[in-house]
C-alpha cells in the first residue's frame, strides 16, 4: 500500500465560512480534493506556512472544500486575512482521533459512564466538547465546564444542552 499523497499549493486567506459563524477560511482547489482522495477525504493533516494542522475539510458547491481557521491558528502561525499562504496537506491518518485536554482526558478515565457515553458521539461532537474545554482561560472555568459534560455525558444526556429534569 503506499503512501498518503502530500499536496502544496498556495491560497489566499480569506473571510468566509458559513452564514451564522464568518471565520478565515482556505479554498482548497477542486484538484487538489480529488488528488487528497475526493469526498471520501473529510479530514486533513498538514501546514499552514510551515504551523501544523488538523482540520476538516468542509464542502463547497463548486465541488471545492475549505478549510476553517480559526483566530487562535491564525494568530499561532502569525498569518492575517488577505495573505498568501503556502498550504500542504494529506489526509488524516486518524481522522476520529480528537485531543483531549488533561482535564477532560482525566475525567473521563476516573468516570467510566461518562466515558460511555462520550464513546457513543459522533467525531465531530467530541471535537467540540474537548474545543468547549480547551478554549476557557481560567483553570476553574476549565474544570466547571469539565464537570458540566462529564455530568451530562455520565447521565445521558446531551454535553450541550440542559437536563431534561433540573431538580
Known amino acids: ?3 498518503a499523497p502530500s499536496l502544496t499549493f498556495t491560497a489566499l486567506l480569506e473571510p468566509g465560512g458559513p452564514s451564522f459563524m464568518p471565520t478565515q477560511v482556505v479554498i482548497v482547489p477542486l484538484e487538489v480534493v480529488e488528488a487528497l482522495g475526493g469526498k471520501a477525504t473529510r479530514r486533513v493533516v498538514g501546514t499552514l ?3 501544523p ?3 476538516g475539510l468542509l464542502p463547497l458547491s463548486t465541488g471545492e472544500r475549505y478549510l476553517m481557521v480559526n483566530k487562535e491558528t491564525c ?3 502569525g498569518i492575517q486575512l488577505g ?3 503556502t498550504v500542504t496537506l494529506t489526509p488524516d491518518p486518524t481522522p476520529d482521533a480528537v485531543d483531549l485536554p488533561a482535564e477532560l482526558a482525566e ?3 476516573e ?3 461518562a466515558a460511555a457515553g462520550f464513546e457513543q458521539l459522533t467525531g465531530g461532537v467530541k471535537r467540540a466538547i474537548a474545543y468547549h474545554v480547551n478554549s476557557a482561560k481560567r483553570p476553574e472555568t476549565r474544570l466547571n465546564r469539565t464537570m458540566q459534560v462529564l455530568r451530562q455525558l455520565a447521565t445521558g444526556g446531551h454535553p450541550f444542552r440542559a437536563p ?3 431538580e
Open 111 to 113: 468516570w467510566p459512564e
Open 53 to 55: 494542522i488538523r482540520l
Open 164 to 166: 431534561k429534569d433540573l
Open 83 to 85: 495573505q498568501q499562504l
Open 49 to 51: 506556512n510551515t504551523y
Open 107 to 109: 475525567g473521563l478515565a
Open 1 to 3: 500500500m503506499s503512501a
Open 75 to 77: 494568530k499561532a502561525a
